[in-house]
């Protein structure tokens, strides 16, 4: 009997080699935009993650066509328990001076914020690709969702009509937390300066959520296929010029 020698995971044709790298270089260069404060930047690596890992009728995954799929170890730096509320973890809102015309001239909005300090978990792809990124009450947003959805939607496609609606409930901050500014504790929260008590709402998680997906992507590939590709993010500098002092993390509920 003959036995197939299987393929060592560096061994690869050169030609998925170069597509993997440069899909790697496209992940790399828009999380460089997005931690200097362009957070629509990251919008761009929808297609590059739905390239790498989504599987359609007509065309298979680069990474599934690779055969690695299954065997990929991918750093999940989210903890989601099972309970019922609003959950996700190192994503904090954060509020930043607009440098636009804006009815409020705030941005409010959130942060993927691991921290130093965190350890992520190690998942098989199947497990990580559906993993929940987000729980709010009994709807869920798997890394799936985030990236087919801002894919195909951003994109002026529609992906499916009751995902669609969770997208633009994360999207413009019907779902989500809202905290009172007008006070001290207010303030140190909200970053808002308030006369009097106001609710604030804050948008575009779906943009916190991708930056946390290309994060862990680009240290998962990298180590996988050992690539001398330089990454180094740069969370702190947004972290730090955001105007409330104090970050809420979305696992409070």
Do not use: C
Request: hydrophobic fraction near 35%; glycine fraction near 6%.
């Amino acid at each position: 009997m003959v036995k197939h020698k299987k393929r060592n995971r560096l061994d690869l044709p050169k030609e998925q080699l170069a597509q993997l790298k440069t899909s790697i270089e496209d992940l790399i260069n828009d999380a460089q935009r997005y931690d200097r404060g362009n957070f629509n930047a990251i919008k761009r690596s929808s297609v590059t993650l739905r390239t790498l890992f989504y599987d359609t009728k007509f065309q298979k995954s680069l990474i599934g066509q690779m055969g690695a799929l299954d065997i990929i170890p991918f750093l999940s730096f989210s903890e989601i328990s099972s309970q019922s509320g609003f959950q996700s973890s190192s994503i904090f809102n954060a509020t930043f001076q607009s440098i636009s015309a804006s009815p409020t001239n705030y941005i409010d909005t959130w942060l993927f914020y691991p921290g130093k300090n965190f350890t992520p978990s190690r998942l098989k792809f199947k497990h990580w690709w559906h993993q929940p990124l987000l729980i709010t009450g009994t709807d869920t947003m798997e890394r799936k969702d985030i990236v087919t959805i801002v894919a195909n939607q951003d994109g002026g496609a529609h992906f499916d009509s009751e995902l669609d609606q969770k997208y633009q409930n994360i999207k413009d901050g019907s779902t989500g937390i809202k905290v009172k500014a007008g006070s001290l504790t207010g303030y140190l929260t909200t970053g808002h300066i308030a006369s009097e008590p106001t609710w604030i709402t804050y948008q575009d998680m779906q943009l916190s959520l991708l930056r946390e997906i290309v994060h862990e992507t680009i240290l998962s590939l990298i180590e996988w296929y050992k690539l001398d590709l330089p990454y180094n993010p740069d969370f702190d500098y947004n972290w730090h010029r955001k105007l409330n002092k104090l970050g809420i993390n979305v696992s409070v509920h």
